[in-house]
């Protein structure tokens, strides 16, 4: 009897209140104390509850955690495995599985701590929370005028501002920064464009606007996705103040919406609000990139050229690219480069452009044959401008250079150069650009470029390319000449007959000998 009354004991004490005291700590969010519903991962590495996050970024609250750190709030990401993690846990421990705390209560606890801590303990501005983004943008802003109405399918940036400009492989260039579709209506919601100027200010804009995104009524969602639309276009001075966790958390909702109207204009505001940096880092921690990206993968045409467009915009911020690519985008991005749409293909290119100045995205590009696919667009002169300037950013890096090397960058580039079927000077130059990056420190670059031929092109570049193009391609012929130098050879002489000489290994006498022929020696 002693014995059943001490197992009923133990099952009374499994089923107990004190049964969450048992969970493992990594499982509980430091800040509200509870097993995690939806753990999410912030830019300093720790996780916290999805909710948690969400109410210290809104209270400017940045809590000390038990070793001392402050947790950086800039950027959130679902924890996937924790998740996995905690329902395991809570299936093997015949534990119900954790509910998400409703906001009040957590807000009510990071209020406490906000009172007991101190002003050393937390920050209190949210420009605080965005402090690593760059004071100085790494493009230069066009702000080019755009319509209402849909306009000819065009670039917005001049072939002239695509060009490499620094020998710094990584340095972005001077792009445009708005996306082709940004806030192109179809001629169908022109009529909406009067509501945006009857408006009270802007605290009751943004209820209405809430107001009617959160009904349950497909016809106000989409009054409320117009209205916000045209604001956002309209009002610029706006569009910081409108991109609240509320607004931004029902578009996030609605950029799932089948009905075609709603997943339209909800990216299309994505886009719109996306165009001011302090927007950037806020978009993407509200968690809008995947429903964006699932919006690409099989979304409306339309709605794919904005979800195209908003990536490319928030790839711009810095702060944002590795979160970006850790969260799926870099392969709907690379397979929206064969898109029938022109302004899907144009900004998703300029999206992997700015993506790819990251490294962690350039190996992922690489494990995903990103190299082979680019190239074939230069070939095809298929937005080969753009293509060329992903490629200048992949040979920026080791795994990139050996990528293309493999796939027969080199030979495939010079026969561009040789063919004279690139269609601008800015494009000859991220051409020889791309070469240059590739000689760099490659021994194995300058067998490709005697097997292409590529001293003739050279030389071609040099006395008649491009002032940059012409310095690239002088430092090539001086770097693919320079082992051969130091054993005295005459390479001037040898260049003005035409054809290259110098056996890599002397074989008797120590005379100079010279195996006639087309580019015979090896580089």
């Known amino acids: 009897m002693g014995g059943n009354g001490k197992h009923r004991w133990k099952i009374s004490f499994r089923s107990s209140s004190s049964m969450p005291k048992q969970s493992p700590k990594e499982f509980m969010c430091p800040i509200s104390g509870s097993l995690m519903a939806d753990p999410v991962v912030v830019a300093s590495g720790q996780t916290f509850e999805r909710i948690s996050v969400q109410v210290c970024r809104n209270l400017g609250f940045v809590p000390v955690l038990g070793d001392g750190s402050r947790p950086d709030f800039t950027v959130v990401i679902p924890n996937l495995a924790m998740k996995s993690a905690i329902l395991n846990w809570c299936a093997a421990s ?15 606890l990071v209020r406490a701590a906000m009172g007991s801590d101190g002003d050393d303990r937390f920050e209190t501005s949210e420009k605080e929370l965005l402090r690593g983004v760059p004071g100085n943008p790494p493009v230069m802003f066009s702000h080019a005028a755009t319509e209402v109405n849909h306009r000819p399918n065009h670039f917005y ?10 020998a710094v492989p990584a340095t972005p260039l001077p792009l445009t920064t708005r996306p082709s579709c940004y806030s192109s209506f179809s001629s169908s919601s022109d009529e909406a464009l009067s509501l945006a100027v009857t408006l009270d200010p802007i605290s009751s804009e943004e209820e209405e606007i809430l107001g009617k995104l959160k009904s349950s009524e497909v016809h106000e969602q989409e009054e409320g996705l117009i209205l916000l639309r045209t604001i956002t276009r309209t009002k610029e001075d706006l569009r910081v103040s409108l991109c609240t966790p509320g607004v931004l958390s029902a578009l996030r909702l609605l950029l799932n919406s089948r009905y075609a109207v709603v ?21 993407v921690r509200s968690g809008i990139v995947p429903p964006l990206i699932d919006l690409l993968k099989g979304g409306l045409p339309e709605s794919q050229e904005h979800a195209a467009g908003a990536l490319f915009s928030l790839a711009i911020e810095d702060n944002n690219k590795t979160a970006i690519g850790v969260m799926g985008a870099l392969p709907p991005l690379l397979h929206a ?4 749409s022109e302004r899907t293909r144009h900004d998703s290119a300029l999206a992997l452009y700015h993506l790819s100045l990251d490294q962690s995205n ?14 074939a667009m230069v070939k095809s002169g298929d937005l080969a401008s753009r293509a060329l300037l992903i490629l200048c950013n992949m040979a920026a890096s080791g795994d990139g250079r050996s990528a293309m090397l493999d796939a027969n960058a080199v030979d ?8 004279k079927e690139l269609d601008s000077e800015s494009t000859q130059e991220n051409c020889v650009a791309v070469l240059y990056l590739l000689s760099h420190g490659s021994m194995r670059f300058k067998g490709l470029a005697r097997e292409a031929r590529a001293v003739e092109v050279l030389r071609e570049v040099e006395e008649r ?16 000449r320079g082992r051969d130098e130091e054993e005295e050879v005459d390479w001037e002489g040898v260049l003005e007959s035409g054809a290259l000489s110098q056996p890599r290994y002397r074989v008797g006498g120590a005379g100079k000998q010279h195996i006639h022929g087309a580019y015979s020696t090896e580089f």
């Not at 480069?337 to 029938?340: D, K, Y």
């Open 465 to 480: 390319g491009s002032g940059r193009a012409r310095e690239k391609a002088k430092r090539m012929l001086q770097m693919m």
């Open 337 to 340: 480069l064969r898109s029938e």
């Open 94 to 108: 015949r534990v119900d599985r954790p509910t998400e705390p409703e906001y009040g209560s957590v807000e009510t």
């Open 263 to 283: 997943q339209t204009n909800a990216a299309a505001s994505v886009v719109n609000l996306s165009l001011e940096k302090p927007n950037k880092a806020k978009i």
């Open 362 to 375: 350039r190996v992922k590009l690489v494990k995903l044959g990103a190299i082979p696919t680019l190239l």
């Open 157 to 166: 940036s001049s072939s002239s501002e695509e060009s490499v400009i620094a």
């Open 412 to 419: 495939c580039l010079v026969g561009l150069l040789r063919g």
